[in-house]
Structures are given as C-alpha cells and as structure tokens.
C-alpha cells in the first residue's frame, strides 16, 4: 500500500548559500536534490518552513537575535533561496523563530495526518535535527534524506547522521532521494 509521506523542507533561506554568513557545505546539492523531489510528484503533501528571528525574544534568544543582528536585519538573506520560488506559489511557507519546525502548528497537524515526513533542508546540526527529535517524540516516522541535508561542515553532517542512526529503523530511516524515489526506502 502506498504511505502518505509529507515532504517538509526546512530553511532553505539565501543566508545558508555559498560565500553567505551560514553557508552550508553542499547546499547547492541540497537544493538540487529537492528541487529534483518536487519536480518528481512523489508528494502531494509539501511544506516549506523558514526561520526568522522573534521580534520579542526571550532567554539565550535575545543574546542571539543581539550577535546576529545584521543578518536578522537583512531581508535577502532571510528569503527563501530563488529556485523554489514556483514552488511556494503551490506549497505553503511558515515562519518560525525556533529551530525546530515541530514548533509550527500547520507542521504538527499535517505531519500526524501522513504517513511519514520526509525531511530536507538545512542546517543539519541545528534546525533539521531540532526538528528530526522533536518528530521522534511526536511519535512521527521521520525519513532523513541525508543528500537532501546540508550542514556547516561535512563533519557535522557525518555527525548527525550517526546521531540518526541510533534512532533506526523504528523512528527514522535515513536513505537517499533516489532511494527515496526508486521505493528502496520503503513502501511508499
């Protein structure tokens, strides 16, 4: 039987490209391979989300919001990255101020109606593993498409993905988009 996936695809904001103050290490074959997964019609259920910082921050928020203030102030960077731009016509984008994207109302409604959400994005070490765990405890099956995740470094991506690995295969299955897409990561 076919599993109702949700493709949730976490910040792609032009502050994580290359030469940017976040670049990520493989954002470009990040968002190719995204691009390559809404481009395929595998997902009927897609989900953009953004992080933007809270205009009243609490805690270790304001000293954050306070060391990246230019970036906070700046509203290219905090625009999704160009590609993506037909599809956010067709798919909705939330803004949070939290890593997490569990933290999105929208996101925990739509993830407990699927199947399976099949993560994406950047950065793998801070908002796309906030988002993975707070999955895990929401009791939803996570998909990490670990060539669909970008992260500062190939170490910390390397990191993360040994984190995951403890939580497989009953809480998350980490696999490819082509073996995501060719159903070798499980009965889609």
Known sequence: MKKKDLLLIIDMQNVYTAGQDWACCRIRQ????????????????????????????????????????????????????????????????????????????????????????????????????STVLAGVDAGIPILYLKDAVSGLTPESERAVQDILSGFEPLHVRILSVSDYLSGRGGAR
Do not use: H
């Open 30 to 129: 990040a968002a190719d391979s995204i691009l390559r997964l809404l481009s395929s019609g595998a997902f009927e259920d897609v989900i953009f989300t953004r992080f933007l910082a809270s205009q009243s921050p609490s805690g270790v928020w304001k000293e954050y919001n306070r060391v990246n203030e230019a970036i906070n102030r700046d509203p290219w960077k905090n625009e999704m990255m160009p590609e993506f731009a037909p599809f956010l016509e067709r798919y909705p984008l939330f803004t949070k101020s939290v890593y997490s994207s569990f933290a999105i109302p929208e996101v925990q409604k739509a993830a407990r109606s699927a199947d399976r959400v099949a993560v994406a994005g950047v950065v793998a070490e801070c908002c796309v593993l």
